[in-house]
């Protein structure tokens, strides 16, 4: 192997909705240069992190249909019972939910967390509060997949937050997706939940650290109670 294909191999690609962004913040840094060099600099290292965050590396996920791993990078902020978004029409009554907050320095890439057919994508227009909050799943713009499995139907809502004002889709109705696929993109800080049937057991809890298409969150062949968990 030479040397620059070792390079090449520790380099992250940048997903093509990225470009356009990139490339203005670095025409913004040039021209800011131009005006006065730290303004340069700041564009710079501003051009560097939007690099940065239109990251989509490889992922390796786990094969195996009775694990649910988590469509997004960022941190577990809500695990429990709730009311799916009526648009997705997953019915009236709670069911188990896991919430994970994407920052602005995490890869903002959704993957699909179970292998399954897309029945229904649901856009539904919102206002902008922070996607940590958990008024931000009944408030803000979205987008939801419900995905049909092997064991139980799947709801998955890409929400904007404070800062994103766009949410990309990168599946449609009757696709036919796996687990750790790419199915869409939220730009700027967001948040993804992932309503699953009554049989998923959740393996993570408030503070975990989630990996999108790696790290399991749920079990949906467990026979074991809900796990508890301690901070230390």
């Known amino acids: 192997m030479s040397i620059l294909d070792s390079v090449k191999k520790q380099i992250t690609p940048i997903h093509p909705e990225g470009y356009l962004f990139i490339a203005g913040f670095a025409v913004a840094s040039v021209i800011l240069g131009w005006i006065w060099a730290p303004l340069g600099w700041i564009g710079a290292i501003l051009t560097l992190w939007c690099a940065y965050f239109f990251r989509d ?11 649910v791993v988590s469509p997004a990078d960022g941190i577990v902020c809500s695990v429990g019972a709730f009311v799916p978004p009526p648009e ?9 939910r896991v919430s994970i907050f994407m920052s602005v320095f995490d890869c903002h890439v959704n ?9 229904r994508v649901a856009y539904k227009p919102g206002i902008f509060v922070n996607a940590d909050l958990d008024k931000a799943s009944e408030d803000n713009e979205r987008n939801g997949f419900v995905i049909e499995t092997h064991g139980g139907t799947f709801g998955v809502v ?20 796996q ?30 650290k989630a990996v999108a298409g790696e790290t399991v969150i749920a079990d949906l062949a467990s026979r074991s109670p809900r796990r508890n968990f301690r901070t230390s």
């Open 57 to 67: 590396p490889v992922r390796v996920t786990p094969v195996d249909e009775t694990l």
């Open 88 to 96: 997705l029409g997953l019915g009236e009554r709670p069911v188990k």
């Open 111 to 119: 993957r699909a967390p179970v292998a399954g057919r897309i029945l």
């Open 158 to 177: 890409q929400i904007a937050g404070l800062i994103a004002r766009r949410i990309v889709s990168f599946s449609k109705e009757g696709d036919q997706v």
């Open 179 to 208: 687990p750790g696929e790419r199915i869409g993109l939220i730009r700027f800080g967001s948040r993804v939940d992932v309503y699953m049937p009554d049989s998923a057991v959740p393996l993570v809890d408030i503070g975990s």
